[in-house]
C-alpha cells in the first residue's frame, strides 16, 4: 500500500531559526514529489515539485531535497518567518497513473513565535 | 493568472436542502478535482473531470453529485447530506489528467457546516 510518513506531526520554533521537516514514502514506482503549504482553512498552495531524477529545489526561502534510493524527502526553511506558520503536506505521486492518483502525507503543523 | 476560484467561501446547510459549490478556473487546465479535507487530516480524492468528462468516482455517496458545465467550471451539488459531511471541499485543477509531473493547483476551499 502506498504511503507517505512526515515527522515531526508538530514543531514550534522562534523567528529566525531553521527547521527541516521530513517525509518518507513507500510510493512505488515513483514519479514525483512536491511540498505543499496550507495555512488553516485554505487551499494548499504549491511550493516544489520534483522528479525521481532531481536532488534539490529551491523556492526562496525553502529548500526540498530528495533522496529517491531511501525513498526520503525533506524540506528545509530557513529564516523562518511568523507567516511559516501552517501545515507542510508532503505529496507523492506515482509513475503510472494520472495527476489524480496522489497519495498525501498528514502533514507537519508548524508554528513560527516571536 | 494561477487562480482556482471557489464560492460560496462557508456554507451552512440543513440536512433537507440543496445547495451548491461552485469552481473556476482560466488557465485552460482539462482536469479538475474536487477534494474533502477533514480538520488536521490531509485531501481525499472524491472526483476527477478529465477533458469536462467524469472520469473517477471514488466511491462517493450520490448525495454528492458533480458537474462540469464546460473546461473552466466545475460545481458540485449537495441534497441531503449529513452532519458527517462537514468539511473543508477543495476544488483543484491541473493542465492535463494524464501527466503526473503536472503541478496541480488547489482553490481556497468551501467551508461546509451540515446542521
Known amino acids: 500500500k502506498n504511503q507517505v510518513e512526515q515527522s515531526p506531526q508538530s514543531l514550534i520554533i522562534l523567528e529566525g531559526k531553521n527547521c527541516t521537516l521530513q517525509c518518507n514514502y513507500t510510493v512505488s514506482p515513483f514519479s514525483n514529489l512536491r511540498w505543499y503549504k496550507q495555512d488553516t482553512g485554505r487551499g494548499p498552495v504549491s511550493l516544489t515539485i520534483m522528479t525521481f531524477s532531481e536532488n534539490t529545489k529551491s523556492n526562496g526561502r525553502y529548500t526540498a531535497t530528495l533522496d529517491a534510493d531511501t525513498k526520503q524527502s525533506s524540506l528545509h526553511i530557513t529564516a523562518s518567518q511568523l507567516s511559516d506558520s501552517a501545515s507542510y503536506i508532503c505529496?507523492?505521486?506515482?509513475?503510472?497513473?494520472?495527476?489524480?492518483?496522489?497519495?498525501f502525507g498528514t502533514g507537519t503543523r508548524l508554528q513560527v513565535t516571536l | 493568472d494561477t487562480e482556482v476560484t471557489q464560492t460560496p467561501k462557508h456554507l451552512v446547510m440543513g440536512m433537507t436542502n440543496k445547495k451548491s459549490l461552485k469552481c473556476e478556473q482560466h488557465m485552460g487546465h482539462r482536469a479538475m478535482y474536487w477534494y474533502k479535507q477533514k480538520a488536521k487530516k490531509p485531501p481525499e480524492l472524491m472526483f476527477v473531470y478529465s477533458y469536462e468528462k467524469l472520469s473517477i468516482n471514488e466511491s462517493v455517496p450520490s448525495r454528492f453529485s458533480p458537474e462540469c458545465p464546460n473546461s473552466s467550471l466545475l460545481n458540485l451539488h449537495l441534497h441531503a447530506l449529513q452532519p458527517e459531511d462537514s468539511a473543508l471541499y477543495l476544488c483543484?485543477?491541473?493542465?492535463?489528467?494524464?501527466?503526473?509531473?503536472?503541478?496541480?493547483?488547489f482553490g481556497e476551499g468551501s467551508w461546509l457546516t451540515v446542521v
Open positions: 505529496v507523492v505521486s506515482p509513475r503510472t497513473g494520472t495527476a489524480s492518483k496522489l497519495t
Open positions: 483543484a485543477s491541473s493542465r492535463s489528467p494524464g501527466t503526473g509531473g503536472d503541478t496541480i493547483y
